[in-house]
């Protein structure tokens, strides 16, 4: 099974693996958005440590970066692997329930084929 890719900002030390995401841990905001300018990371988890205003700074850089990385504050690091999942897939089936296809130039060209047939 392919490992997802999570980045988590912390002083603590984590297992590398968790359920199915691999983990990379750096100590503060800034070096992680360094790192996800180059990586793109599925989640980005954010310990509760970690000042409000870093926070809110490494949200606001991240979702113009990286649109498609989730950002989280996790309060402890006991169920990671649960909380990564929970953030990675109710963001996934959210942004899918928006999408929309516009199919408009195919049942316009399906129209005009009908009617030069006739």
């Known amino acids: 099974m392919r ?9 603590k030390p984590v297992t590398k693996t968790v359920l199915n995401w691999q983990i990379e841990t750096v100590e503060n905001t800034e070096k992680a958005i360094k790192k996800i ?11 509760s440590e970690v000042p409000e205003s870093d926070f809110a700074k490494a949200k606001k850089m991240i979702a113009v970066l990286q649109p498609e990385t989730v950002v989280i504050s996790i309060a402890g690091q006991e169920d990671l692997g649960t909380q990564l999942n929970t953030a990675f897939f109710q963001n996934k089936y959210r942004n899918k329930a928006y999408k929309v296809l516009d199919n408009s130039f195919e049942i316009a060209l399906s129209n005009a084929l009908k009617n030069s047939n006739n």
Not at 3 to 11: E, P
Not at 37 to 47: E, F, G, N
Request: overall charge positive; some cysteine; glycine content about 0%.
């Open 37 to 47: 300018i180059c990586k793109p990371y599925k989640v980005l988890a954010i310990s």
């Open 3 to 11: 490992k997802l890719s999570a980045m988590l900002v912390s002083t």
